[in-house]
T-cell receptor, first 118, second 114 residues
C-alpha cells in the first residue's frame, strides 16, 4: 500500500532562516507525483511545489525547493529565508497507482505545523 | 476566476438527516476528489472521479456517496450522517486524467453531526 510519513508534528524556525520539513513515502508505482501543500490558519489548501518521479532535477518554486532523494524515498521541502507568513500547516502528498486496490490514490501525510519566530 | 466552490461552508445537522455538499469547478478539469481532514490524520480521500460517470472509492468511502453527471459538478452525499462524520471536507480538482497535476482545492466545508 502507498504511504506518506511526516515525522515532525511541529517545528520552529527563526525568521530569515531556512527550514527543512521531512517527508518519506512508499509506493510500488514507478510513475508517481509528489506534492507539498500549505494550509494557513484560515484553512485553505495552497499548492506549493510538485516533483514527478522521473524528474531528474529537484523542483524549485521561489523560496520553496523539494529535496528529492528517490533511492531513499524522501521528498523534503526546504523553505529558504523564512517569513512570518510561512507559519502554517504543511502537507506532503503523493499521487500514484495502488496495485492492491487497482485504483489511483492521492494520499496525504499527517502534516507539520511550522511556526516562524520574529 | 478559476476556482473550486463548495456549499455550504458550515453545516450543523443531526444524526440520520440526509445532506448533500455541493462542489463545482470552472476549469474544465477531468479529475475531481473529496477529502476529509481530521486532527492528527491529515487529509484522507473519500471518493474520486476521473471523468463524467466514472467514480471510485478512496481510502474512507464508507457512509458517503458521490455522483459525476456533469464534468463541473461532484456532489458529496451523506445518506444517514453519524457523529463520526463530523469533519472538515475539501473538494479538489485537477487537470490530468490521472490527477498527476496539482490539485485545486475548494474552501472547505465544516460539518458537525450531532
Amino acid at each position: 500500500a502507498q504511504k506518506i510519513t511526516q515525522t515532525q508534528p511541529g517545528m520552529f524556525v527563526q525568521e530569515k532562516e531556512a527550514v527543512t520539513l521531512d517527508c518519506t513515502y512508499d509506493t510500488s508505482d514507478p510513475s508517481y507525483g509528489l506534492f507539498w501543500y500549505k494550509q494557513p490558519s484560515s484553512g485553505e489548501m495552497i499548492f506549493l511545489i510538485y516533483q514527478g518521479s522521473y524528474d531528474q532535477q529537484n523542483a524549485t518554486e521561489g523560496r520553496y525547493s523539494l529535496n528529492f532523494q528517490k533511492a531513499r524515498k524522501s521528498a523534503n521541502l526546504v523553505i529558504s529565508a523564512s517569513q512570518l507568513g510561512d507559519s502554517a500547516m504543511y502537507f506532503c502528498a503523493m499521487r500514484g497507482w495502488e496495485v492492491t486496490s487497482g485504483t489511483y490514490k492521492y494520499i496525504f501525510g499527517t502534516g507539520t505545523r511550522l511556526k516562524v519566530l520574529a | 476566476e478559476a476556482q473550486v466552490t463548495q456549499n455550504p461552508r458550515y453545516l450543523i445537522t443531526v444524526t440520520g438527516k440526509k445532506l448533500t455538499v455541493t462542489c463545482s469547478q470552472n476549469m474544465n478539469h477531468e479529475y475531481m476528489s473529496w477529502y476529509r481532514q481530521d486532527p492528527g490524520l491529515g487529509l484522507r480521500q473519500i471518493y474520486y472521479s476521473m471523468n463524467v460517470e466514472v467514480t471510485d472509492k478512496g481510502d474512507v468511502p464508507e457512509g458517503y456517496k458521490v455522483s459525476r453527471k456533469e464534468k463541473r459538478n461532484f456532489p458529496l452525499i451523506l445518506e444517514s450522517p453519524s457523529p463520526n462524520q463530523t469533519s472538515l471536507y475539501f473538494c479538489a480538482s485537477s487537470e490530468g486524467l490521472a490527477g498527476l497535476d496539482e490539485q485545486f482545492f475548494g474552501p472547505g466545508t465544516r460539518l458537525t453531526v450531532l
